[in-house]
């Protein structure tokens, strides 16, 4: 028969992996609401972005895209970064500026990871990665979300030979030191990322 000291211990230790699974599913729930508002203001951000590119290229042509890039870009990315009181932003395989853009190490470990795994057979279009990351300052959830390159990327992305001179003109003049060309169609451009500061008790 249990003695009374062995079924406290029993007690105690059964209530320790209850209360140690409940607390497992509460973060995993927590961090399932974390990743699914995270990917909605990646595809906000993509997407009214993508209609600016395709306004400004209709209304002045390609070259009318650098403007978007340069500016439009970045006022979103704030604007969405205020609202939600995380940092928005677009980092690149290589860049246009590097003052812009620039992935730290863990954003470069993970567009590497994005890499191998379309080299595996997966779509871009279906890739994202989360997880809470520690730092310095502290404990952040933070989410990236691939950017591939479409066709009309190739405008100012492209191989030297697809890059209009009208357009390679102004990148040069304003971006004096690109790497952000010599991509191909379907190749990986960059990222949203998402980086979410973690609270006690505020989401």
Request: some cysteine.
């Amino acid at each position: 028969m249990m003695t009374r000291n062995r079924l406290h211990v029993v007690r105690a230790l059964a209530g320790s992996v209850a209360v140690l699974v409940i607390a497992t599913s509460m973060a995993y729930a927590d961090q399932t609401e974390r990743e699914q508002a995270a990917s909605e203001v990646a595809e906000a951000f993509l997407g009214e972005l993508g209609e600016a590119v395709t306004r400004e290229m209709i209304k002045g042509g390609p070259r009318e895209t650098i403007k978007v890039y340069a500016e439009l870009a970045q006022d979103i990315a704030g604007r969405l970064s205020r609202e939600h009181g995380w940092r928005v932003t677009r980092v690149g395989t290589r860049v246009r500026n590097p003052l812009l853009g620039m992935p730290d190490a863990w954003e470069q470990k993970v567009l590497a990871e994005f890499a191998a795994r379309a080299a595996k057979g997966e779509a871009f279009a279906d890739m994202t990665h989360h997880e809470v990351v520690s730092e310095p300052a502290g404990q952040y959830f933070r989410f990236m979300k691939p950017i591939a390159i479409q066709p009309k990327c190739l405008f100012c992305h492209g191989l030297s030979d697809q890059i209009p001179e009208s357009i390679r003109s102004v990148l040069r003049m304003q971006y004096p030191f690109d790497a952000a060309t010599g991509y191909k169609i379907g190749e990986l451009h960059g990222a949203v990322s998402i980086k979410q500061p973690l609270r006690t008790g505020n989401k």
